[in-house]
């Protein structure tokens, strides 16, 4: 039986920006996304049936097509019948080291896992835009997982333009293992509150959405500037999240009074994270964090940028 291990890593937003509604009732972003080597690990196997196993030992992860790497199976199986046929089905195991439900697309970097690993396990020879078209129907954030490293992504956020790499960048990310922040309700909250600020028409929302190619934060990312990186942080989605959530907005203000570059939520949350220019600068503000928060609930993390996603090893 073939089988392949892939390393599905997580990402964090230096940029979220909701700028309107599109016809699909999803919102229009603008985001810069980076992966960090922070990861899960997938590993794919053929079965001689056609069904699809799925493995996980964390209890808060579904084993059903309510699981998004569950779903990026059938996806293959729908769009490549011959192949099911004849490879036979996949059993997939997750070794889950990214928190769920923290806003740093840890499903969806499963499912990109499971894309690729059932690409090779049935010899399809798909391209990394196949992939990325087929991981678009499955979530607004596949496409940039298999992809990864430091991208602008528009759209539903399925529209990735790479930027130069960033690796080597630590940051320190935290997040209460018991708090989960349902996304569906972060954007709903959001549009209640902001709808009247998004663009009106099809002019400005690509005016608004073209912007970013040449704005601060994408200079400052091609220069390398990580102190300039750290100032121009910024997530649309803090305005709804950080007033609901009391224990996010303490744990961002924490980080930030220790961090001397910049901090802030990723996604949805309630990851929140801080940059940190070495190794020695993220260990020393992690500790201050834990000394200062000493719940237990509360996981912490030190990693680095990295420059990509989804890879087999
Ligand atoms: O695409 P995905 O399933 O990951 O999105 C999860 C939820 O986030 C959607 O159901 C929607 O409520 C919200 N969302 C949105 N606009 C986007 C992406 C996500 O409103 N561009």
Known sequence: MKSYTLIAPAKINLHLEIIGIRPDNYHELVMIMQTVDLADRVEVKSLSTDEIILHCGHPNVPLDETNLAYRAA????????DALIESGGVDITLHK????????????????AVLVGIDLLWELGLTQIDLQKLGARLGSDVPFCISGGTAIATGRGEAISPLPSLEGIYVVLGKYQSLEVSTPWAYTTYRHEFEHQYAQDLDSLADRSHR?????????????????????????????VLPAYPLVSQLRAEFQRHANLGTMMSGSGPTVFSLASSRAQAEVLY???RAAIPDPDLELFVAQFCDRGVRVI
């Open 287 to 289: 500790h201050q964090v």
């Open 97 to 112: 080291h990214i928190p769920v439900a923290a806003g740093l697309a840890g499903g969806s970097g499963n499912a990109a």
């Open 74 to 81: 059938q996806l293959m199986q729908q769009e490549f019948p």
């Open 212 to 240: 970013i190619h040449s704005g601060d934060l994408v200079r400052a990312i091609v220069a390398t500037d990580t102190v300039k990186i750290g100032k121009l942080l910024y997530n649309d989605l803090e305005k709804v």
